[in-house]
């Protein structure tokens, strides 16, 4: 087989302000071009190197797009030579630069084009776009492999819908032998395993002598996707480890006071003042670190922007409180608060991600009998101090945002400029509650340990479940390489 070093060209081709020199930035991950909500903003084919590998190169082209398809269209059918005429006509550069751009864009294509990207709005349904079948029998012209790429879908829907948007498609395309492939990629809101599968499509489409370097490069730019998505779960596990590993002394006010404070609770609502404190010191870290984890996570993926996240106050209520309990006291507090629950109910808002739900969550303090079994609860704990710290309850909540909040920057198109946070699509939740419940056992159990690796190896699972339920034509190449 032929080892020597190919280079793989792909020109992306469009009607004009639809969204390549986007969609360029967020193959790239590089502010290539100019982008702006106008036609033509684009004049000159711009090739860039997307991957390296073993000698070979993959080079993306952002081209001009089309304008008035219909008189291109003409021009080509009207003209022995088409190519040849666009250079040698030299008027169109400056009585008509449109349609000069235009030319630009198919000679690019034809001279330097292996496959070609058409990228088409979904905005409006195919047979509506005017433009879209004299495109299509430029493309034919060409005489290159097609992969029609969906742009503009809009917020991102659930699976099922998009599937049957993508199929209404390629029935519409059906009849055009050269398209290989048409496939949802919005420049806005897709995620790394939509271009992995691109770039099998690309393998797939293009010559048998070029196919094996173009597994090789797109090996080269999984991999390095790969590295980055288990970075991204590192420095969530990290997080939650570090909010499960807290622990914020409170202030003991003695018994007497304690005590009062319990029955003013209980009676009226409130609570301890110091315990407050506490709690919301707790919460303030948390929030801290969450802000933290999230531009570590905008840093990973090549995005820019201040990124913060935001916990609600009412979060310092779900703070579990750790007390130590009096050896001489202890029968006497174990009946006071027997079979008490202690709980508040709260909304969870993280970073632009509002989840609303009511939490309950609290601490049962039964019975502790005597002063023997009193002083055991207090060795086990290792608590010298009253302290508060996040229960289980909060600790998966934590990790079912981390996961989202992932998922955010994972589809976050660079064209889309600096990093800002968005609300998270209704479906995605419970897609990723599923693949969390397939591994309760296995995250409690990373939750009680100090080092984060255990919970990375769950965080990272779960991810790539929640991956191919959003994305299910990439399930096959999700599994770890």
Same mark, same amino acid.
């Given at each position: 087989?032929?080892?020597?070093?190919?280079?793989?060209?792909?020109?992306?081709?469009?009607?004009?302000?639809?969204?390549?020199?986007?969609?360029?930035?967020?193959?790239?991950?590089?502010?290539?071009?100019?982008?702006?909500?106008? =036609?033509?903003?684009?004049?000159?084919?711009?090739?860039?190197?997307?991957?390296?590998?073993?000698?070979?190169? #993959?080079?993306?082209?952002?081209?001009?797009?089309?304008?008035?398809?219909?008189?291109?269209?003409?021009? #080509?059918?009207?003209?022995?030579?088409?190519? @040849?005429?666009?250079?040698?006509?030299?008027?169109?550069?400056?009585?008509?630069?449109?349609?000069?751009?235009?030319?630009?864009?198919?000679?690019?294509?034809?001279?330097?084009?292996?496959?070609?990207?058409?990228?088409?709005?979904?905005?409006?349904?195919?047979?509506?776009?005017?433009? #879209?079948?004299?495109?299509?029998?430029?493309?034919?012209?060409?005489?290159?492999?097609?992969?029609?790429?969906?742009?503009?879908?809009?917020?991102?829907?659930?699976?099922?819908?998009?599937?049957?948007?993508?199929?209404?498609?390629?029935?519409?395309?059906?009849?055009?032998?050269?398209?290989?492939?048409?496939?949802?990629?919005? =420049?806005?809101?897709?995620?790394?395993?939509?271009?992995?599968? @691109?770039?099998?499509?690309?393998?797939?489409?293009?010559?048998?002598?070029?196919?094996?370097?173009? *597994?090789?490069?797109? =090996?080269?730019?999984?991999?390095?996707?790969?590295?980055?998505?288990?970075?991204?779960?590192?420095?969530?596990?990290?997080?939650?480890?570090?909010?499960?590993?807290?622990?914020?002394?409170?202030?003991?006010?003695?018994?007497?006071?304690? +005590?009062?404070?319990?029955?003013?609770?209980?009676?009226?609502?409130?609570?301890?003042?110091?315990?407050?404190?506490? /709690?919301?010191?707790?919460?303030?870290?948390?929030?801290?670190?969450?802000?933290?984890?999230?531009?570590?996570?905008?840093?990973?993926?090549? #995005?820019?922007?201040?990124?913060?996240?935001?916990?609600?106050?009412?979060?310092?209520?779900?703070?579990?409180?750790?007390?130590?309990?009096?050896?001489?006291?202890?029968?006497?507090?174990?009946?006071?608060?027997?079979?008490?629950?202690?709980? +508040?109910?709260?909304?969870?808002?993280?970073?632009? &991600?509002?989840?609303?739900?009511?939490?309950?969550?609290?601490?049962? &303090?039964? *019975?502790?009998?005597?002063?023997?079994?009193?002083?055991?609860?207090?060795? +086990?704990?290792?608590?010298?101090?009253?302290?508060?710290?996040?229960?289980?309850?909060?600790?998966? /909540?934590?990790?079912?945002?981390? &996961?989202?909040?992932?998922?955010?920057?994972?589809?976050?198109?660079?064209?889309?400029?600096?990093?800002?946070?968005?609300?998270?699509?209704?479906?995605?939740?419970?897609?990723?509650?599923?693949?969390?419940?397939? /591994?309760?056992?296995?995250?409690?159990?990373?939750?009680?340990?100090?080092?984060?690796?255990?919970?990375?190896?769950?965080?990272?699972?779960?991810?790539?479940?929640?991956?191919?339920?959003?994305?299910?034509?990439?399930?096959?190449?999700?599994?770890?390489?």
């Amino acid at each position: 087989m032929d080892a020597a070093p190919r280079r793989i060209s792909i020109s992306l081709l469009a009607h004009t302000n639809v969204g390549k020199t986007t969609l360029a930035r967020t193959l790239l991950g590089a502010d290539v071009g100019e982008v702006r909500d106008a =036609a033509h903003v684009t004049e000159f084919a711009e090739g860039h190197e997307l991957v390296t590998a073993n000698g070979h190169a #993959l080079w993306l082209w952002d081209t001009p797009g089309f304008g008035d398809s219909v008189r291109l269209l003409q021009r #080509l059918e009207s003209s022995a030579q088409p190519v @040849l005429g666009f250079l040698r006509d030299t008027w169109d550069r400056f009585a008509d630069r449109p349609f000069w751009c235009s030319q630009q864009a198919l000679k690019n294509a034809r001279e330097e084009a292996d496959v070609v990207l058409y990228l088409a709005s979904a905005a409006e349904p195919p047979g509506q776009a005017g433009y #879209l079948e004299p495109e299509l029998r430029i493309l034919g012209w060409l005489g290159k492999p097609v992969i029609v790429l969906l742009n503009q879908l809009g917020a991102p829907r659930a699976p099922d819908v998009e599937a049957a948007e993508v199929a209404q498609w390629r029935a519409a395309l059906a009849a055009h032998g050269f398209v290989k492939a048409v496939l949802p990629l919005d =420049a806005f809101a897709r995620c790394w395993v939509q271009e992995s599968v @691109l770039w099998r499509c690309v393998e797939d489409a293009l010559d048998a002598p070029l196919q094996p370097a173009m *597994a090789a490069l797109h =090996a080269a730019w999984r991999a390095r996707r790969e590295r980055t998505f288990e970075a991204s779960m590192q420095v969530l596990a990290e997080f939650v480890a570090a909010a499960a590993a807290d622990r914020e002394p409170v202030d003991d006010p003695g018994l007497s006071t304690r +005590l009062r404070d319990w029955v003013r609770s209980a009676v009226v609502g409130g609570g301890d003042d110091a315990e407050a404190k506490a /709690r919301a010191r707790l919460a303030a870290r948390l929030d801290a670190a969450a802000s933290a984890c999230l531009q570590r996570l905008v840093a990973l993926h090549g #995005l820019d922007g201040a990124a913060a996240a935001r916990i609600a106050d009412e979060l310092a209520g779900l703070a579990v409180v750790e007390a130590p309990i009096s050896t001489a006291k202890g029968g006497m507090i174990g009946g006071a608060l027997g079979g008490a629950a202690l709980g +508040l109910k709260a909304d969870l808002a993280t970073g632009g &991600l509002s989840f609303g739900a009511g939490l309950l969550v609290g601490s049962v &303090l039964g *019975a502790l009998g005597g002063a023997g079994i009193v002083r055991g609860v207090n060795k +086990l704990r290792g608590a010298e101090a009253p302290v508060v710290s996040w229960g289980q309850a909060v600790l998966a /909540r934590l990790v079912r945002d981390a &996961l989202l909040r992932y998922l955010a920057v994972a589809h976050f198109g660079r064209g889309r400029g600096a990093w800002r946070e968005v609300g998270a699509p209704a479906h995605w939740p419970a897609m990723v509650d599923t693949a969390i419940a397939a /591994r309760e056992s296995a995250l409690a159990d990373a939750l009680a340990m100090p080092d984060p690796t255990p919970i990375a190896v769950v965080l990272a699972a779960a991810g790539r479940d929640a991956l191919c339920a959003l994305h299910p034509t990439a399930a096959p190449w999700l599994a770890r390489p």
